[in-house]
T-cell receptor, first 111, second 114 residues
Framework: GDSVTQMEGPVTLSEEAFLTINCTYT??????LFWYVQYPGEGLQLLLK?????DKGSNKGFEATYRKETTSFHLEKGSVQVSDSAVYFC??????????FGTGTRLLVSP | KAGVTQTPRYLIKTRGQQVTLSCSPI?????VSWYQQTPGQGLQFLFE???????NKGNFPGRFSGRQFSNSRSEMNVSTLELGDSALYLC?????????????FGEGSRLTVL
């Protein structure tokens, strides 16, 4: 079945460092891809999405590009802040099917 | 507009009891999905409802059930609770069923089974 693989965490960075969280997927057809973020004690919030190959999703300084040739959707941010500390989930969804999540990557940003 | 509302936020039960969790979707959203989140298994899909009908179901035992009402509010029930049912149960709503669009999540109901 369809699946998403994320890099294991935690990812520990200093403020203003560059962030990459790797995400690859296995799916038939043409899924949409998402990054969700979960702050402590909260539910999940959509961070960004891309619905077709070569689309770039972006929000709050985060970016990810849908790469069909490498089946990847890596999350990047040029300069992280302490407030970005959270768990990040990569996910895919096809029409008529459930949202499939990766295992999540915890990001810890220190001042 | 108001987000997805889940009640109760926290609850403690003992083994063998049952529990009912409630989810009110965003106004106008007709699709509601439920997920179980645990440290060991991550986010696991339970089921999805649209227009009061279950449209998708995950791989959970029959002790886990749900329903959706005509106003799109949804409930999930877990009977004969086991220790392993301790988890954060997340509800998500979307406007349309089956579309690869955004899900809006509630803050979850944290269930502890003793």
């Amino acid at each position: 079945g369809d699946s998403v693989t994320q890099m294991e965490g935690p990812v520990t960075l200093s403020e203003e460092a560059f962030l990459t969280i790797n995400c690859t997927y296995t799916a038939t057809g043409y899924p949409s891809l998402f990054w969700y973020v979960q702050y402590p004690g909260e539910g999940l919030q959509l961070l960004l999405k891309a619905t077709k190959a070569d689309d770039k999703g972006s929000n709050k300084g985060f970016e990810a590009t849908y790469r069909k040739e490498t089946t990847s959707f890596h999350l990047e941010k040029g300069s992280v802040q302490v407030s970005d500390s959270a768990v990040y989930f990569c996910a895919l969804k096809k029409a008529g099917q459930k949202l499939v999540f990766g295992t999540g990557t915890r990001l810890l940003v220190s001042p | 507009k108001a987000g997805v509302t889940q009640t109760p936020r926290y609850l403690i039960k003992t083994r063998g009891q049952q529990v009912t969790l409630s989810c009110s979707p965003i106004s106008g959203h007709r699709s509601v999905s439920w997920y179980q989140q645990t440290p060991g298994q991550g986010l696991q899909f339970l089921f999805e409802y649209f227009s009061e009908t279950q449209r998708n179901k995950g791989n959970f035992p029959g002790r886990f059930s749900g329903r959706q009402f005509s106003n799109s509010r949804s409930e999930m029930n877990v009977s004969t609770l086991e220790l392993g049912d301790s988890a954060l149960y997340l509800c998500a709503s979307s406007f349309l069923q089956g579309q690869p669009g955004e899900l809006f999540f509630g803050e979850g109901s944290r269930l502890t089974v003793l």
